[in-house]
């Protein structure tokens, strides 16, 4: 049984890894959030130490290390964006491998520096890229192995998932915190299109808003037209009649990728990989962070060349400025 941390408890995506720790089989003993809304510990781990104050925490780890000899095998990282980095480092010199959600570092250079630390320390750094595990995205890798090798394929991946005005008031409002609309709703996008397609050739942003982007990426073996928002009144009015407030879409040579399902269990796949030793590392993060990064610092060219038909739509204010 291996003896977990993990910081970012209040955070959506916390359960995923509560659920993941303890379908493997191993124990939480200890929690941070600086939010203490975390009653969903005791669906899980009731009897683990919670913290709001990181000190107190890292003083903690330390105690059970040097007054109860046990030592700390993996620390779970489900904080914003900007932290990761911070908290991969504090699991390293807690004498732990860090598991941490994506996207990994905001920067590529981030990568080189946690590599040298991962060197240093001898723990390994895993990040969570569930969709590898996704059956359908298993399908269609198979698929494109198969293919003839000079096969390019024209794909148009397209995401919108509603969010209110306190998106903006939130740390995923402001790029400096979230890596903005590319890195924090379609980094584990790219990182599923560089699995599958390889290398990357090109990278072109259309669109690049608040509430949207739009651009083109070019693969080893696929031309990509794509569109993320967050805003509602960009999905289609099909949609909205349904009174759904997300559409999801990838299409493969004009035919769609069925992904409605098959997410339940993929955190603890990928952990069930990570205590394996066959968890994706920093090199397999690398592609991925690179593309939002370029994206994130490109001079949008406006709707010229190969553009998402979504691209046009029209464009909002922020809801501050109004």
């Known amino acids: 049984m291996k003896k977990f941390a993990l910081i970012g408890l209040a955070g959506y995506i916390a359960p995923r890894h509560l659920k993941a720790i303890k379908d493997t089989g191993n124990e939480l003993v200890a929690a941070l959030d600086k939010f203490d809304s975390v009653g969903i510990m005791d669906s899980y781990f009731p009897n683990a130490d919670f913290f709001v104050e990181i000190e107190r925490f890292d003083r903690y780890l330390?105690?059970?290390?040097?007054?109860?000899?046990?030592?700390?095998?993996?620390?779970?990282?489900?904080?914003?964006?900007?932290?990761?980095?911070?908290?991969?480092?504090?699991?390293?010199?807690r004498g732990a491998d860090a598991i941490c959600e994506k996207p990994l570092v905001l920067n590529p250079w981030n990568i080189d520096a946690l590599q040298k630390m991962e060197k240093e320390s001898g723990k390994r750094i895993w990040n969570i890229l569930q969709l590898r595990m996704h059956p359908s995205i298993l399908k269609l890798k198979e698929k494109v192995n198969n293919a003839p090798k000079d096969k390019i394929f024209d794909i148009d991946l397209t995401y919108l998932t509603s969010r209110g005005n306190w998106y903006y008031t939130s740390w995923k409002g402001d790029q400096s915190k979230s890596g903005g609309i590319a890195t924090n709703i379609g980094v584990h996008f790219y990182d599923m299109l560089s699995w599958i397609f390889g290398d990357i050739q090109s990278n072109t942003v259309h669109v690049h808003?608040?509430?949207?982007?739009?651009?083109?990426?070019?693969?080893?073996?696929?031309?990509?037209?794509?569109?993320?928002?967050?805003?509602?009144?960009?999905?289609?009015?099909?949609?909205?009649?349904?009174?759904?407030?997300?559409?999801?879409?990838i299409k493969i040579e004009g035919e769609e990728l069925e992904f409605s399902g098959g997410f339940t269990d993929l955190h603890t796949k990928v952990y069930e990989g990570i205590l394996e030793g066959n968890g994706y590392g920093l090199e397999d993060a690398r592609q991925a962070i690179e593309i939002v990064h370029e994206i994130r610092n490109a001079q949008p060219k406006g709707l010229i060349g190969d553009y998402h038909p979504f691209a046009s739509k029209n464009l909002e204010p922020h809801p501050f400025n109004r």
Not at 69 to 83: A, E, F, H, K, V
Request: proline share 3%; charged share 30%.
């Open 209 to 249: 808003t608040h509430d949207r982007a739009a651009g083109y990426l070019e693969f080893k073996r696929a031309r990509v037209r794509w569109f993320l928002s967050i805003n509602y009144n960009a999905l289609p009015e099909e949609i909205k009649n349904t009174g759904q407030r997300t559409f999801r879409s």
């Open 62 to 93: 330390e105690k059970l290390k040097y007054d109860k000899g046990q030592m700390l095998d993996y620390m779970s990282i489900c904080t914003p964006n900007y932290l990761h980095d911070s908290h991969i480092r504090m699991a390293l010199r």
